[in-house]
Nanobody, 126 residues
């Protein structure tokens, strides 16, 4: 059974930092695309960052480049999202997701992620 479990969300003031974790089980973790997505109230879910497990390549949404860093644990099936310089517009539910590797680890039409966690809430106050 595939399980992706997020943790690390919370409430911070603008300019603060949080680190999200996604623990993966029951999924062929080797050479898989792992992504972080978020959804703000009343808005569509959007991709934030992604990586290929066992590789160094990463992808970021323009809105988080230079502030967020996606990484993976070297020994355990855990993917992190380090979020610095948080802004109120970063507020939302953050989800970890996985898919089979093809066409890089981009997201969007034709590159849908199909395994999802339950999400962790991030709230940034001004």
């Amino acid at each position: 059974q595939v399980q992706l479990v997020e943790s690390g969300g919370g409430s911070v003031q603008a300019g603060g930092s949080l680190r999200l974790s996604c623990t993966v089980s029951g999924y062929p973790y080797s050479k898989a695309c792992m992504g972080w997505f978020r959804q703000a109230p009343g808005k569509e879910r959007e991709g934030v960052a992604s990586l290929l497990t066992g590789d160094t390549g990463t992808n970021y949404a323009d809105s988080v480049k230079g502030r967020f860093t996606i990484s993976q644990d070297k020994a355990k099936p855990i993917v992190y999202l380090q979020m610095n310089s948080l802004k109120p517009e970063d507020t939302g539910m953050y989800y970890c997701a996985a898919r089979v590797y093809y066409g890089g680890c981009r997201w969007g039409y034709g590159y849908e992620y199909n395994s999802w966690g339950q999400g962790t809430q991030v709230t940034v106050s001004s």
